[in-house]
Structure formats: C-alpha cells, structure tokens
C-alpha cells in the first residue's frame, strides 16, 4: 500500500478511489455522499487531502469529488513546454472539466484552494456554463497579484519569483532539499504553526519531492507569471467576468490579507461576490476547518 493509498484509507474512508481517463491519461478522484455535485480542487505543495477535515461533512449534503491537480499526488504530470502552456490555469480547469464530465456532471458546484482555487477561478471564467457556484480561498489572481508585488510582497511570497525563474535553475536547488523548501511553504504563511495530520503531511511531502513534482510546481508558477496573467489581461479586454454567485474567503492570519483589499480586488472580476474572513493563516481547510466548513455549506445551500 502506497502512503497515498493509506492516507485516504485513514483520513477519507467513506471515499472510493477512482481513476478517470482524460485524454489517455488517468486521473485519480476520490468520491462520496449524495446529492448535487461539488467539485473540491486543493492547493500547493498538497493534493486532495487538504479537504479531508471538511470534506466527509460535505458528502452529507453533496457528490462530493477530490481529484488530484496536474503535477500534485497522483494527478497528471504533464511534460513540461517552452510556452509553459501544459500547467496553465487555463489547461488544469480544462483537465478538471473533463474529470467532472466522465463522472457524468455537466455542471457543479466548486470550490479551491491556493492553486485550486487559480484553477477554479480561470473554470469559471472560460466554462460559465459548468460552475453553478464558486468558492475560492485566501487567493489573489495572477495579474493583480504580479502587478502589485512591491519589496514588502515578494519577502513575504517569495517563491512567487523565484520559482518563475528559467529552468533549471530553482528545480536544482530545490532538489538540494526538497523538504525543506516543501516545509517552508506549508508552515511559513501563518502566524499560528499549522496542525497538520502526520498522515497527511506525509503524503504531501512523498508527492512534493519527488523531482517530477518539483518540476511541476516551478511549470505551474512560470506559467502564472507568463501566461497566466495574459489570460487575465484578455478578459479584462473582452469585459469578461464571474457571473456566478461567487465566495471569497481568507485568512485573518496570513499574508494575502496583509497585502491586499479582498472585497476591491474580487469586486472587479466578479458580477455576485459575498466574502468571509477565517480565522486561520493561509492553509484554511486545515487551520479553520469547523468556520471553513460552515461558511461553505451556507453559501452552497
């Protein structure tokens, strides 16, 4: 049994592991409960058991869905393109699409988390037909987000521009001590240290480390900074907006609230934005799992 494998067993064990064909290439989702479908994606350097303090609760309610994104877990690792277009926003919301579609759901609830939450956001914008409701957490988009960075910003995020730089260079040094880079962003964005289950920061590390993951999350950033942002910068052109009743939740102890208007910022990109502050830092389904979980199932029901 492989740690992913006993994880889930341990921390998830109401869901069935499944595998999803998607363009010849097998994405793992887990699945429980009933109802209406809610598609949860999770952050980085995690996979799908981010929600695992949330997400048994939820399948009272719903289908509840947790796939592993692009690069992360079991998910797909996509080789990696000059352009950096493999690990796009944009490509993982059209991978997600299509795992929701094989199970069978043309339209869904959504929810994420860090890069989840990228993912579910470019969803909503390119597939409006799809998203019924969005829920993003403790994000800033790419173009807003680069567009701001100031001294202050970057000492806070700083991996925002180092992982974006040419490769090999931060995939090198980041393999001189995986662990240690993988810990420093899981525990360096709050001002409370975060209570992770062993179980699951194990997971998080054995899927992190691995040198195709590390290429993975510095794709994932380059293409944010390259790509990402040109694709916020058209929508903005074509007046393209969240049409979907959309929450916005954040940390009352972590970073992005020190840098950033919540309320401006996603006033300007979405057409029915409510917002909710957590009392967490940056990892918030496992910080504030109990406030997370309520403000979710009262903006989904």
């Known amino acids: 049994m492989t740690i992913f494998e006993e994880a889930d067993r ?4 109401a ?20 109802g209406e479908p809610l598609l949860m994606l999770h952050g980085d350097p995690q996979t ?3 929600w695992h303090r949330i997400a048994p609760s939820l399948a009272l309610d719903f289908t509840v869905v947790l796939p592993d994104l692009r690069g992360r877990g079991e998910g797909n690792i996509a080789e990696p393109t000059e352009d950096h277009r493999n690990y796009t926003k944009r490509a993982m919301a059209q991978e997600q699409l299509q795992v929701m ?8 609830y959504l929810v994420g988390h860090d890069r989840g939450a990228r993912t579910a956001r470019r969803m909503a914008l390119d597939h409006p037909g799809a998203v019924r409701k969005l829920a993003v957490l403790d994000i800033i988009p790419e173009l807003n987000f680069y567009d701001r960075l100031d001294a202050e910003l970057a000492q806070d995020y700083f991996y925002f521009n180092f992982l974006t730089q040419p490769a090999p260079v931060p995939e090198k040094m980041i393999a001189g001590a995986p662990e240690t880079f993988m810990r420093t962003m899981m525990l360096g964005l709050s001002e409370d240290v975060v209570d992770y289950d062993p179980l699951a920061m194990a997971a998080y590390l054995a899927s992190s480390r691995r040198p195709d993951a590390i290429v993975a999350m510095c794709e994932c950033f380059r293409a944010g900074f390259h790509v990402d942002r040109d694709h916020d910068r058209q929508d903005i052109k074509a007046g393209r907006r969240i049409s979907c009743p959309t929450l916005v939740g954040w940390g ?16 300007s990109w979405c057409d029915d934005a409510r917002f909710v502050p957590l009392p967490s830092g940056h990892f918030i389904p496992e910080e504030a799992p109990i406030e997370t979980l309520a403000a979710i199932r009262a903006f989904l029901k």
């Open 10 to 13: 341990a921390l998830l064990p």
């Open 15 to 34: 869901f069935k592991r499944v595998f999803v064909e998607v363009d010849g290439v097998a994405i793992l989702a887990l699945i429980a409960g009933q």
């Open 48 to 50: 799908h058991l981010c």
């Open 101 to 108: 579609r094989g199970l069978g759901f043309e339209s869904f």
């Open 252 to 267: 009352e102890k972590g970073v992005i609230k020190k840098h950033f208007d919540m309320r401006d910022v996603w006033s």
